[in-house]
């Protein structure tokens, strides 16, 4: 199993990028996936995950962030709109095999990481 993330940049405040996951290995459409992101110095924070076709947001992102999917290709991806320098981390992509719901915001639910993203907000 193997989680390729892409797509992080240097980016305004206010402006967009969009990550994506290619997920290979096994398909993962019966699978939660789930975007988290760690800032330097902090821990690692939940952004979002969908498991079949309920979405899940971080509170500091909800209505700014928005995960999607496209199974046939196996990968998700995260548009990042109204981006702010709080925004700053590295983006990790994550998959969970087990059957998650109540703890799908939890970072030890996800069994397999992708190597992150870096986006870097600028003021």
């Known amino acids: 199993v193997q989680l390729q993330a892409s797509g992080g940049g240097l980016v305004q405040a206010g402006g967009s990028l969009r990550l994506s996951c290619a997920a290979s290995g096994r398909t993962f459409s019966n699978y939660a996936m789930g975007w988290f992101r760690q800032a330097p110095g902090k821990e690692r924070e939940f952004v979002t995950a969908v498991r079949w076709g309920s979405t899940y947001y971080g509170d500091s992102v909800k209505g700014r962030f928005t995960i999607s999917r496209d199974n046939a290709k196996n990968t998700v991806y995260l548009q990042m709109n109204s981006l702010k320098p709080e925004d700053t981390a590295v983006y990790y992509c994550?998959?969970?095999?087990?059957?998650?719901?109540?703890?799908?915001?939890?970072?030890?639910?996800?069994?397999?990481w992708g190597q992150g993203t870096l986006v870097t907000v600028s003021s």
């Open positions: 994550a998959v969970a095999l087990r059957s998650i719901v109540s703890t799908i915001r939890l970072s030890s639910s996800y069994d397999h």
